[in-house]
């Protein structure tokens, strides 16, 4: 196993070509109009009037993000509504005497919320 990890860490060592410069001055990989917007405090200051809603629904990431986020929810629902019901019928586990099943829900949930 010795040898699997000095490979993994190398392979992440090797391979991670992100470094920090002390200022975007130094930053090779900054283009010229970035490191002037940077160094000049950024884009005005203004608040933005009018959000441009279909631009931003018009970009997949976007979609993928709500899409992926309604899945996740849904799936917890069904989980946490249908479970007792499981453990009712299926593995015929009776819930007003058991402890495990109101365990496992709050174990399942909990995570979710940290």
């Known amino acids: 196993m010795e040898g699997h ?4 860490l ?3 060592v090797n ?3 992100f470094q920090a410069y002390s200022s975007p001055k130094d930053d090779p990989d900054l283009g010229v109009e970035e490191k ?3 160094l000049e405090g950024g884009v005005s200051k203004t608040p933005v009037s009018d959000i441009p809603w279909k631009l931003i629904l018009s970009k997949a990431p976007v979609w993928a993000l ?3 986020h309604f899945c996740h929810n849904w799936g917890t ?3 946490l509504t249908w479970m007792p ?3 009712n019928q299926v593995i015929n586990l009776c819930l007003y005497n058991t402890f495990l099943t109101s365990l496992s829900i709050v174990g399942f949930t909990v995570p979710m919320k940290l």
Do not use: A, E, N, R
């Open 10 to 12: 190398s392979w992440q």
């Open 66 to 68: 709500i899409i992926s």
């Open 85 to 87: 019901t499981y453990y």
């Open 36 to 38: 002037k917007l940077i």
């Open 15 to 17: 391979s991670c070509p």
């Open 5 to 8: 990890s000095s490979f993994v």
């Open 77 to 79: 629902f069904i989980l």
